[in-house]
């Protein structure tokens, strides 16, 4: 059962636009959300994060934004560079335990 | 180190013959993962240590896998009797905060 969802496998997008990035998920008891990128060869590297009781966090050009009520989150990138073309995993953690279930990942493509 | 190490990076075994995949953990870092990737899909999770507390092995397919952390520190995972559905990147991360892992580059593992 799939409970961290991807369901675009890639995006392609161009230099200075915006990229969104989206991601869903089945279980209510998630309460803390995040983002990783990938890039080949390398292991994911941390983000962004969003807890819970927020449905916006910032950090430079990156916004996660969360909609509990349709188990929904989004990652915006304004604006998008070439350097973010990655893979970006959508993680989900529940209130108690400690590890992170991942969607299966977008691959975006930025243009220049 | 400044990362999470792991080793090898790559290896090729033959179908029956048994593999152990090693992690460095950042120092200090009191929790560490195990996940694999396989072609196409997110990251799955295998097993999470966290101090001295019993690990969490939910994830582990099947008996063939194992996996121990000695001292608190290095891991290592062990696939007895290798099938080629094994094949997968296997990434280590580690964490001091909760929900931030700090992953390795991975180890691809092919079975032949």
């Known amino acids: 059962d799939q409970q961290v969802k991807q369901n675009s496998p890639s995006l392609s997008v161009q230099e200075g636009r915006i990229s969104i990035l989206n991601c869903d998920y089945t279980?209510?008891?998630?309460?803390?959300f995040l983002w990783y990128k990938k890039y080949p060869a390398e292991g994911p590297t941390f983000l962004i994060s969003?807890?819970?009781?927020?449905d916006k966090n910032e950090d430079g050009r990156f916004t996660v934004f969360l909609n509990k009520s349709a188990k929904h989150l989004s990652l915006h990138i304004v604006p998008s560079q070439p350097g973010d073309s990655a893979v970006y995993f959508c993680?989900?953690?529940?209130?108690?335990?400690?590890?992170?279930?991942f969607g299966a990942g977008t691959i975006l493509r930025v243009k220049s | 180190g400044a990362g999470v190490s792991q080793s090898p990076s790559n290896k090729v075994t033959e179908k029956g013959k048994d593999v152990e995949l090693r992690c460095d953990p950042i120092?200090?870092?009191?929790?560490l993962y195990w996940y694999r990737q396989s072609l196409g899909q997110g990251l799955e999770f295998l097993i999470y240590?966290?101090?001295?507390?019993?690990?969490?092995k939910s994830g582990l397919p099947s008996d063939r896998f194992s996996a121990e952390r000695t001292g608190g520190s290095v891991s290592t995972l062990t696939i007895q009797r290798t099938q080629q559905e094994d094949s997968a990147v296997y990434l280590c991360?580690?964490?001091?905060?909760?929900?931030?892992?700090?992953f390795g580059s991975g180890t691809q593992l092919s079975v032949l």
């Open positions: 991360a580690s964490s001091l905060v909760e929900g931030k892992l700090f």
């Open positions: 279980n209510s008891m998630f309460d803390y």
């Open positions: 969003i807890s819970s009781i927020k």
């Open positions: 993680a989900a953690k529940r209130v108690e335990g400690n590890k992170l279930v």
């Open positions: 120092s200090g870092h009191t929790a």
């Open positions: 240590f966290q101090g001295n507390s019993a690990p969490d």
